[in-house]
């Protein structure tokens, strides 16, 4: 039952994800596309386009970094993995890649939980538009929530397949 809660879930963010990304991805464009005909039509640059672009990339790239993990898409470096014929071998190093990617995933989750720090404490505008750039920054506070996340999952699955392995 709590496995089917979390499946469900899991399929509603990655709905919503989708959702940002493609939302991100065409504001970066319509952005991006604008400044380059600006200025080469123009030759001028509009104050605060460069900032709301920033922030659109900031939101897809982290987003895109969920989805990966999600999907176990991210780099790695399978040829190791891929010369293992034991199953038991396999397992073994399955459960250090998963211990090594979630102790990356906890500095990332520090690193961002000093980000959030920093950034209420000392809050900072984007000099054109005036924004806070807590909108940019979120992002990076949220993939390294959903990294932990996923990292915690994939070393549930390694561990499990481990103790399946075992003679």
């Known amino acids: 039952m709590i496995i089917e809660f979390f ?5 509603m963010l990655m709905h919503l994800a989708g959702w940002v990304i493609i939302l991100a991805s065409i504001i970066l464009i319509i952005l991006v596309a604008f400044l380059v005909l600006d200025r080469l039509a123009i030759g001028t640059s509009w104050m605060g386009i ?3 672009a920033l922030m659109a990339a900031m939101w897809l790239y982290m987003i ?3 989805v990966a993990l999600r999907n176990r898409e991210h780099i790695t470096v399978d040829y190791l993995a891929s010369k293992i014929a034991n199953p038991r071998w396999a397992s073994v190093l399955a459960l250090v890649n998963s211990l090594i990617v ?4 906890i500095f990332f989750a520090r690193l961002a939980l000093d980000l959030l720090n920093w950034a209420t404490t000392r809050p900072q505008r984007t000099p054109a538009l005036g924004l806070s750039q807590l909108w940019a920054q979120s ?3 949220v993939a390294a929530g959903f990294a932990v996340i996923y990292a915690v999952r994939d070393l549930f699955v390694a561990a499990i397949s481990f103790r399946s392995k075992q003679p």
């Open 50 to 52: 460069h900032e709301l």
């Open 7 to 11: 499946r469900k879930l899991d399929r």
């Open 64 to 66: 895109g970094a969920i």
């Open 102 to 105: 979630l102790f990356i995933t």
């Open 139 to 141: 992002a990076i506070i």
